[in-house]
């Protein structure tokens, strides 16, 4: 990321994300705590309910806790 306002960021042409167990919501001071809310680290969302271990075709179609970039870049539609 090389600016917030405007937005930019630049992508690599291939890699994974990993996501957060726990849908976004704009910290406040009921949820400033949630790590698993606010930071995507695998040691931290890997002993969540919700998290979805990927075998390895799923990082391509969208499944699981980690994605493969191609998926998101789709998923945002660039």
């Not at 994300?17 to 919501?25: G, H, I």
């Not at 309910?49 to 493969?68: A, C, I, L, P, Q």
């Amino acid at each position: 990321m090389t600016s917030v306002d405007p937005l930019r960021i630049w992508l690599h042409k291939d890699g994974f994300l990993r996501l957060c167990t726990t849908k976004y919501e704009k910290p406040n001071v009921d949820n400033y705590t949630d790590t698993r809310m606010h930071l995507t680290n695998y040691a931290i969302n890997k002993s969540s309910e919700n998290f979805v271990k990927n075998n390895s075709k799923d990082v391509m179609y969208g499944k699981g806790s980690k994605r493969h970039l191609e998926w998101f870049k789709d998923h945002i539609e660039l």
